[in-house]
């Protein structure tokens, strides 16, 4: 997970604000139609020519993981991939090493 220090004021909602580049829409319109993934916003945290946008997408994967992370603790499954992999990505794996012996362990006691 990318930590939020580097930009300490920079609010989620100014960070929506922000423009993608390369397009005329704003970050969080592009997160809210699905458009813009946590491996994007990864990527662009590390490789993004623009500071703003730099700074921008830090703050929103900080957040985005945040609420993956609490919609998956409250005893849901991921919804698509792109939450499959930030949860990966966000515990090195602990939560599909736990789900794969939940699966087995439920095999052995329908077969036995």
Do not use: H
């Amino acid at each position: 997970m990318v930590s939020n220090m580097s930009s300490p004021f920079l609010t989620i909602p100014r960070a929506r604000s922000t423009i993608w580049p390369g397009s005329q829409q704003t970050m969080g319109e592009l997160l809210d139609q699905d458009k813009l993934t946590c491996k994007m916003l990864r990527q662009a945290s590390i490789k993004a020519e623009n500071e703003q946008v730099r700074k921008a997408a830090e703050v929103l994967l900080v957040d985005r993981e945040r609420k993956i992370r609490e919609y998956i603790d409250g005893g849901n499954l991921p919804r698509n991939i792109d939450e499959a992999v930030a949860v990966k990505v966000a515990d090195n794996g602990v939560f599909f090493k736990k789900m794969r012996f939940c699966q087995f362990v439920t095999c052995e006691i329908m077969y036995f």
